[in-house]
């Protein structure tokens, strides 16, 4: 047999276990199908999560306060040596007149800081940390370096604010990683003994075409198709599930929630991935499972 004639064999094979086997393979598919879906919708609120967690990290500023009655070139060198400093992403010069408008616009009225003149209060650079630096212990030394400049009076920053963001950070990313793996073990678990129990049932026929000479690529190949084709239907039955889910939540949580469910590619892109995590995992359990079979 040729090649062509081979692959047309091994195709015909597979679908017609699959046709014999109906019941089974839908609910491989379906099964599946949830799996990923799950895992999908999971990776999808914990993407949004951690960017919303990036995005809260910007908020972790350092404030540089120096004499206000530096004036001109002073402070554009003054910028310059802060945005040079390790860890350093951007300087915001604050002017003493541009931190008191600041208040009175903060805190409503002009009346309440009628009495008050801008010369009263510290000039200050806020300055945006790298996200890599926003580590406390690296954060800390971040500080301790602009303490350094002979001119800076003081530095202010949130040590606890950088503290908790951080834990909550680590603790979303391990908790990602735990339930992404179980899911992916379980799936190639089902998958893995749902075609088991096919080879099982043609055991005999396996055994047949082993003893007239027939390689185990020969042999296999129809499963690992059988896996494909499962896969590419639990693909798209998980895009199907993930949509509806996505639209439920949307309906059903509140709008400062709504970052949670923005999907971060097009539904094509979706559809691309899916339908390969499916078919990855459909041969990932028909190789496992042959394997296991024909002792390889």
Do not use: C, H
């Not at 609910?27 to 990923?36: E, W």
């Not at 002009?110 to 009263?120: E, H, N």
């Not at 129990?197 to 020969?218: C, K, N, P, Q």
């Not at 439920?248 to 892109?269: E, K, Q, R």
Request: hydrophobic content about 55%.
């Amino acid at each position: 047999m040729g090649p062509v004639s081979n692959a047309l064999y091994f195709i015909t094979d597979a679908l017609g276990s699959l046709r014999a086997n109906t019941l089974t393979a839908l609910f491989t598919s379906v099964t599946l199908g949830f799996a990923l879906a799950i895992f999908a919708l999971f990776a999808l609120l914990f993407m949004n999560l951690n960017f919303a967690l990036g995005t809260l990290g910007d908020r972790t500023n350092v404030v540089v306060y120096f004499d206000g009655a530096t004036k001109g070139a002073e402070v554009k060198k003054y910028s310059t040596l802060i945005e040079a400093a390790e860890g350093v992403r951007s300087v915001t010069y604050v002017s003493s007149a541009t931190a008191l408008g600041e208040l009175k616009s903060e805190f409503g009225g002009q009346d309440l800081f009628s009495g008050i003149d801008s010369a009263m209060l510290p000039a200050s650079f806020e300055v945006m940390i790298e996200t890599e630096y926003r580590e406390p212990e690296d954060l800390a030394g971040v500080v301790a370096g602009l303490k350094k400049l002979k001119w800076v009076e003081s530095v202010e920053y949130s040590a606890e604010w950088a503290a908790t963001l951080s834990s909550v950070l680590r603790f979303v990313e391990v908790a990602a990683l735990a339930f992404g793996l179980f899911l992916a073990i379980a799936t190639i678990f089902i998958i893995t003994n749902t075609i088991r129990l096919t080879v099982y049932a043609r055991r005999d026929e396996i055994e047949v075409m082993r003893l007239v000479g027939a390689s185990d690529f020969f042999i296999k190949a129809p499963f690992f198709i059988e896996g494909v084709v499962q896969g590419l239907f639990g693909g798209l039955i998980s895009l199907g599930l993930l949509l509806l889910w996505r639209w439920i939540l949307a309906a059903n949580i509140p709008d400062y929630l709504s970052f949670m469910v923005v999907l971060p590619a097009s539904t094509v892109t979706l559809l691309i991935i899916l339908v390969l995590a499916g078919v990855a995992t459909g041969v990932a359990g028909s190789f496992i499972s042959m394997a296991k079979f024909m002792k390889i």
